[in-house]
């Protein structure tokens, strides 16, 4: 059984107690805004935008929202009990776990970006699974969302990973919704939309595989490149938003991109996709790599609590484990 949402993220309909109309909550919640906190992540000109809310209606329902919530400064110790909500939910590789710290935490987003065939959509598939495992099996306890641009995912991948963590695999499939992304506001919408789901049941993960796909679809050549960041930017900020709204762990996969100018004497010259952007916004981000025959590394190229280092796992039909000797 999957465990109830915490108080922290109180709801927007908690907002009728303090004198605003039912209907303009009604109003908030058709935008995707279904916590007071995901309310203050807007700016008052966002929400001017929505159809039917005046400038006056959104100076008091912003007021309102401020009483419930005391924004603004704390402690530094009052951050650490904060932190202690976060979950980490293992890989199903201890030597990768340990690396990370514990697991791909919640609250922040964890991008893994590599060469195809590194293993970061097979790690997005194990996650899938260990999420749902009780938080003593260091799992999540919750349903996973699964947003797929490259048309990767397999469900039947997903039965003998379940196996192995000793789970039932249609209860397992049943708890991971998964929607197909075509274009990059297609994938905006999808996650306007999951806001809504978030509210009402507890997710732990969400899997964008990958983030910067259809960007590099749908914007071509240098003149359309800062068009194509500003929209990347949103929709990252979209990302990082629902993290911190509804504690989920956040897990994107990222493409590389040949970098000719690195020079000759830089001996990997390939670098993440999506530039500055996007590195700001991964709090954590791995860099994946083939070893010999199934064994992969996983290098942590950026972490704000991690120290670097690398692990090596392998992946077997159960997903991802530790190397065998």
Request: hydrophobic content about 40%; charged content about 25%; some cysteine.
């Amino acid at each position: 059984k999957l465990g109830p949402i915490t108080d922290a993220f109180s709801c927007t309909s908690r907002l009728i107690s303090q004198g605003i109309n039912s209907g303009d909550v009604k109003k908030l919640q058709d935008a995707g805004i279904y916590t007071c906190n995901g309310l203050m992540m807007h700016t008052k000109k966002s929400l001017t935008g929505i159809k039917g809310l005046s400038e006056a209606k959104v100076d008091k329902i912003c007021e309102a929202a401020e009483k419930l919530l005391s924004q603004g400064f704390m402690t530094g110790s009052d951050l650490l009990i904060k932190r202690k909500s976060v979950v980490r939910i293992t890989t199903g590789s201890q030597t990768l776990d340990e690396l990370l710290g514990g697991g791909i935490e919640t609250l922040c987003i964890t991008e893994a970006f590599g060469e195809f065939r590194s293993g970061k959509t097979q790690l997005a598939h194990t996650l899938c699974v260990s999420t749902q495992l009780p938080l003593h099996m260091h799992g999540g306890n919750g349903k996973v969302a699964y947003i797929d641009t490259e048309g990767t995912f397999r469900p039947e991948r997903i039965v003998p990973i379940a196996e192995r963590f000793g789970m039932d695999a249609n209860a397992v499939l049943d708890n991971i919704i998964y929607a197909r992304a075509y274009t990059y506001e297609h994938q905006y919408n999808l996650l306007l939309g999951l806001a809504a789901k978030m509210a009402e049941e507890p997710f732990r993960l969400l899997i964008v595989d990958s983030v910067i796909a259809l960007f590099r679809v749908d914007f071509s050549g240098r003149g359309e490149l800062a068009e194509r960041q500003q929209k990347l930017a949103q929709m990252l900020s979209r990302l990082t938003k629902i993290a911190e709204e509804f504690n989920v762990a956040v897990y994107i996969t990222n493409q590389v991109i040949a970098d000719p100018g690195g020079g000759m004497f830089i001996t990997d010259p390939k670098k993440p996709a999506g530039g500055h952007v996007l590195a700001h916004a991964a709090t954590i981000r791995l860099m994946l790599r083939k070893g010999k025959g199934e064994q992969r590394v996983c290098k942590i190229f950026d972490a704000p609590n991690l120290p670097e280092g690398e692990a090596v796992f392998q992946i077997t039909t159960g997903g991802l484990m530790d190397v065998k000797d």
